[in-house]
């Protein structure tokens, strides 16, 4: 079955609400689509929310090309060796992440619905669900409290807290939510670069009783030497993030001393689920245990995630909550959360459907 079309486009979408991390504070997305059509009228749809400060796209570089006739050359070819289109993608768009997620994700999509199985179903689901996270901003104490609370209604059980402020503050602040919501809520941090080395040990110390699940990216990328450094009991809870890039930095990290014994893995980073699956394998080789996370991104690529994540066995966490705090999107379904677990649909492809 041969591609028909590739139609590329650019969406600015709101935010419900703003939110604060380390270096910057966000109101809005703008996120970059991308949808092949094949001959049968199948429609695969892809999606790109590449973070400029981590990888050095933005989405207008993604959309620019996706319209680049290497891609427009894609029509014609035919679907079911899309992952040798996939391979050739990450060939012509080296280290552009965003590009290469779009086009994986679109072309996985179309292959699944092809194929009439899920994603999922097509590379062997290894987990049926997990519950994800939700995420608090760094905020005051009094905020992050009745922010708290709505998730507690809401039934998540999993709060991923921003720090990297200031490290009294942080630790004050997750001190409080531990007192209120200590049996309710497990706690993850994410310091984003945040922290120095003294910082990093005196937070560890000082939460020691609050029974944090992780700590994400604790210090600037380019310092992870400095991690190697520290006990085995605290870089086991360290989460590689903004140093996880792609396979090459899963390789380099895996080596002893480990500098994290979680990594993150995100497709806006690494560039779709290809990337995804060579992270994983590296981690799982070296006994590492993973975290899929997020941008603000539409329920199509965290879908996407979705589906990668349960098919690898060593996922432990995930942290894909990106979609919650759309005011809109372009498809519905693709998941379901239920008491704070996420589960995807056997529809064929990623099971969302466009509005």
Not at 93 to 119: E, R
Not at 181 to 206: C, H, M, W
Not at 275 to 288: P, V
């Amino acid at each position: 079955m041969k591609i028909k079309n590739i139609k590329p486009y650019l969406k600015h979408l709101p935010l419900t609400k703003p939110y604060t991390i380390a270096y910057n504070t966000f109101t809005d997305v703008e996120l970059v689509f991308l949808e092949i059509e094949l001959e049968n009228g199948i429609v695969g749809i892809g999606s790109a929310s590449p973070a400029e400060e981590v990888v050095g796209e933005t989405s207008g570089q993604t959309i620019r090309n996706l319209n680049n006739e290497f891609v427009q050359n894609l029509v014609g070819r035919d679907i079911r060796h899309f992952q040798q289109i996939i391979f050739e993608t990450h060939q012509f768009f080296p280290n552009l992440p965003g590009t290469q997620a779009a086009i994986d994700i679109a072309l996985h999509d179309a292959f699944g619905k092809y194929l009439g199985v899920s994603v999922a179903d097509f590379y062997g689901q290894k987990i049926k669900s997990l519950p994800t996270s939700v995420t608090i901003g760094i905020m005051s104490a009094a905020e992050a409290l009745k922010e708290a609370e709505e998730y507690k209604k809401l039934g998540f059980k999993i709060l991923k807290v921003k720090t990297g402020h200031n490290v009294e503050e942080d630790i004050e602040r997750l001190k409080l939510l531990y007192e209120k919501f200590g049996k309710s809520f497990n706690i993850r941090v994410d310091a984003n670069q945040g922290y120095s080395t003294p910082d990093l040990i005196r937070f560890v110390e000082q939460t020691a009783k609050l029974g944090l699940e992780l700590i994400e990216q604790p210090l600037p990328v380019g310092q992870e030497d400095e991690l190697r450094k520290l006990d085995e009991n605290i870089r086991s809870l360290l989460c590689g993030d903004e140093s996880m890039k792609n396979a090459r930095y899963a390789l380099k990290y895996a080596s002893d001393p480990q500098p994290f014994g979680i990594y993150n893995i995100k497709l806006m980073k690494c560039g779709g689920l290809k990337g995804a699956f060579e992270i994983a394998n590296i981690a799982q080789n070296a006994g590492i245990d993973l975290f899929w996370g997020c941008n603000d991104e539409s329920i199509v690529s965290i879908t996407a995630a979705l589906h990668a994540a349960y098919c690898c066995p060593n996922t432990k966490y995930i942290d894909l909550d990106g979609s919650f705090d759309l005011a809109e999107d372009l498809v519905t379904g693709g998941f379901a959360v239920e008491d704070g677990f996420m589960k995807i649909n056997p529809k064929p492809g990623f099971g969302f459907q466009k509005f």
